[in-house]
């Protein structure tokens, strides 16, 4: 079986989006710690707590409040754009 150079070009722009969400949510998540005097540690992803806290839609108020918000709705709209256009690739390179 053959991986189609398109399902690979999909799966290295799905990759860079993540690092990209990463990079947006490491500046929220330092807003929130000056905001709140909370000590900012780099290991933050691996937080219960943080993770919990991602996963709210009260994210979308902090990343506006850091200055993000269009960044991080920018990165949710591509990579549903990027799954959806992989959906499809798979759909038709099966039936082709």
Known sequence: ????????????????????????DNRVVRNICLRERRPYSISWPLSWYWQGRTCKLDWFAEAREAGCLRQLLMVYAAGILVVAAFILLATYSRNA
Do not use: E, G, S, T
């Open 1 to 24: 079986m053959q991986i189609p150079f398109a399902a690979l070009v999909l799966l290295c722009a799905f990759a860079v989006l993540m690092v990209v969400k990463c990079v947006i």
